[in-house]
């Protein structure tokens, strides 16, 4: 799988105070709706199905912000 540059800054280092629109897949519009519902993590097929239904965030989308998410847990947990 081929990452973006903003995969490849999220995975960097620890989330700490990252926004969620710093997630891979997800911009400002989709992260500030997140935000504004409460952002959590599922497993994977809940998680997709959660993001398209809390931001209307499509299939690629929810694919790459998982994972993106999955890599940084993998590599910080």
């Known amino acids: 799988m081929t990452t973006s ?5 999220f995975v960097a280092e620890p989330t700490g105070e990252k926004p ?3 997630l891979a ?3 400002e519009v989709l992260g500030k709706k ?3 519902r409460g ?3 599922k497993d ?3 998680f997709r199905e959660w ?4 931001c209307g965030a ?3 989308q929810s694919r790459d912000c998982f994972g993106c998410l999955r890599e940084w847990c993998d590599a910080f947990l």
């Open 5 to 9: 540059p903003k995969h490849r800054d």
């Open 20 to 22: 969620v629109g710093s």
């Open 25 to 27: 897949g997800i911009g």
């Open 34 to 36: 997140l935000e504004e």
């Open 39 to 41: 952002f959590d993590k």
């Open 44 to 46: 994977e097929d809940l």
């Open 51 to 54: 993001l398209k239904d809390t």
């Open 58 to 60: 499509n299939a690629k």
